[in-house]
């Protein structure tokens, strides 16, 4: 029903920053929250950051904090990852998520979000 497209990865030297874009369109437009998730080759997915669309409270992993801003803009429904201080660890690709339902989710859990974009590369060399 909701369909997401991220934008603004690529290759970066270490120290450098990126910011991803990620924008909804389709029937339903109206989100509870939205986060982002990254998946390295060979590893699991994890939790980046996520913001509550209500009331804007941020979410980050211990990895990122301190690093990483997520931000939103609710009129064109898109959410943004601004990147900063990047590391090779910080490779990966990295999805954006959104979810519907109502309640009281955690936004670190990839199962609590209904709708998942098709990723973008981000790519940090040394």
């Known amino acids: 029903q909701v369909q997401l497209v991220e934008s603004g990865g690529g290759l970066v030297q270490a120290g450098g920053s990126l910011r991803l874009s990620c924008a909804a369109s389709?029937?339903?437009?109206?989100?509870?929250?939205m986060g982002w998730f990254r998946q390295a080759p060979g590893k699991e997915r994890e939790f980046v950051a996520a913001i509550n669309w209500s009331g804007g409270s941020e979410y980050y992993a211990d990895s990122v904090k301190g690093r990483f801003t997520i931000s939103r803009d609710n009129a064109r429904n898109t959410v943004y990852l601004q990147m900063n201080s990047l590391k090779p660890e910080d490779t990966a690709v990295y999805y954006c998520?959104?979810?519907?339902?109502?309640?009281?989710?955690?936004?670190?859990?990839?199962?609590?979000?209904?709708?998942w974009g098709q990723g973008t590369q981000v790519t940090v060399s040394s």
């Open positions: 389709g029937r339903t437009l109206v989100v509870y929250g």
């Open positions: 998520a959104a979810r519907v339902r109502r309640g009281y989710p955690t936004f670190r859990r990839g199962g609590e979000y209904d709708n």
